[in-house]
């Protein structure tokens, strides 16, 4: 243990001490200023201190925590709750992250800002809140509710849809935090947001197409079918499925290909696609296949290619079984940046 620090961390929230333990420990206002001028020493906030090296060795994940503790220490709100995208990192919910990093909290009396960081002003009832370690935190379905508020609509039912297939938030934890402010700016979105999610979306790529496919007006797809069984054989599990026009969707991500899951063979992925692409077109079955760009800058030409498969006529071949899934496969977390960037 680094001997800078006022007394040997038994845990990683000792790593941030303040002034007055400083003080505690036998440094003196001198030695303290000696400490941080030299860099030995990092002031998180005014007064709550890190010791550099030990800052330094930790992870992204164990420096968001430290930040955050210091910042609750600095603030010493007991009735603040960590809450939004802060919330959201703190539960590992698949939230998009704002591009500033600004630790989000919540207060039932008062309203602060400063650097890095903003506490809004809210209600926050009894249940609304639990505690990860020393940190006081929303729970998971007013996390979700608060960053629907306030992210895009693909976004929130993506975050949802997420956490519904994880079973760690049911849709009636959200309704009931919908009806505990209906008018509260933001709501009506987080409503909408909810009536959209599905807990078989398996990606961020699945249920953004989903939103926009709907809001384009196309026919509501069926989702994870067990599309494809030829005889006893399942040769394929779409990701969305038109029955009566015997279309399949395929949300593609470059990991899909690049870093498969369950540590499977790149190459070996790429042909068991592209075999299973081939017999579900041998009975009939169209492919349509959707990457990230489809659901921005390309989604004009994915929706109007849609629309004249839809006005094709359905092949007479139907060789094929369609067999919808009740609920979606848990699959690894990954990094949303990386995800949104190649379609994960």
Same mark, same amino acid.
């Given at each position: 243990?680094?001997?800078?620090? =006022?007394?040997? $961390?038994? !845990?990683? *929230?000792?790593?941030?001490?303040?002034?007055?333990?400083?003080r505690a420990a036998g440094r003196t206002e001198e030695e303290i200023r000696a400490l941080l001028t030299s860099g030995r020493w990092t002031a998180l906030r005014r007064g709550q201190y890190c010791v550099t090296a030990d800052l330094e060795a930790a992870t992204d994940a164990r420096r968001f925590h430290l930040?955050?503790?210091?910042?609750?220490?600095?603030?010493?709100? =007991?009735?603040? $709750?960590? !809450?939004? *995208?802060?919330?959201?990192?703190?539960?590992?919910?698949?939230?998009a992250r704002p591009t500033a990093d600004v630790h989000r909290l919540t207060d039932p009396d008062r309203w602060r800002a400063g650097r890095g960081y903003r506490m809004t002003r809210a209600a926050l009832r009894p249940d609304d809140v639990t505690r990860l370690g020393p940190i006081n935190v929303t729970r998971v379905a007013r996390t979700l509710v608060d960053c629907a508020r306030e992210c895009s609509e693909i976004d929130a039912v993506a975050a949802m849809d997420d956490a519904l297939l994880r079973e760690e938030v049911t849709p009636t934890q959200l309704r009931a935090v919908l009806d505990q402010a209906p008018f509260t700016r933001g709501m009506p979105a987080a409503r909408r947001a909810l009536a959209q999610a599905d807990g078989r979306a398996e990606s961020w790529l699945e249920s953004a197409w989903r939103v926009r496919h709907l809001a384009a007006g196309l026919p509501r797809p069926g989702l994870q079918v067990e599309e494809i069984w030829i005889g006893s054989r399942l040769v394929k599990v779409v990701d969305g499925w038109l029955p009566d026009h015997a279309i399949a969707f395929e949300c593609d991500g470059k990991v899909k290909y690049t870093d498969p899951y369950r540590g499977r063979d790149p190459a070996e992925v790429l042909w068991r696609e592209k075999r299973a692409e081939d017999l579900m077109r041998s009975v009939g079955i169209r492919v349509v296949r959707v990457v990230t760009s489809d659901v921005f800058s390309g989604w004009p030409a994915l929706a109007a290619r849609t629309r004249r498969e839809l006005v094709s006529p359905v092949p007479a071949l139907r060789a094929f079984r369609a067999v919808p899934r009740v609920a979606g496969r848990v699959r690894p977390r990954r990094d949303r940046s990386m995800s949104r960037a190649d379609g994960g």
């Open positions: 243990m680094d001997a800078l620090q =006022p007394r040997p $961390a038994t !845990s990683w *929230t000792e790593l941030v001490f303040s002034r007055a333990q400083a930040e955050l503790l210091a910042l609750q220490r600095h603030l010493d709100r =007991p009735t603040a $709750a960590a !809450s939004h *995208t802060t919330a959201a990192r703190l539960h590992g919910l698949e939230v």
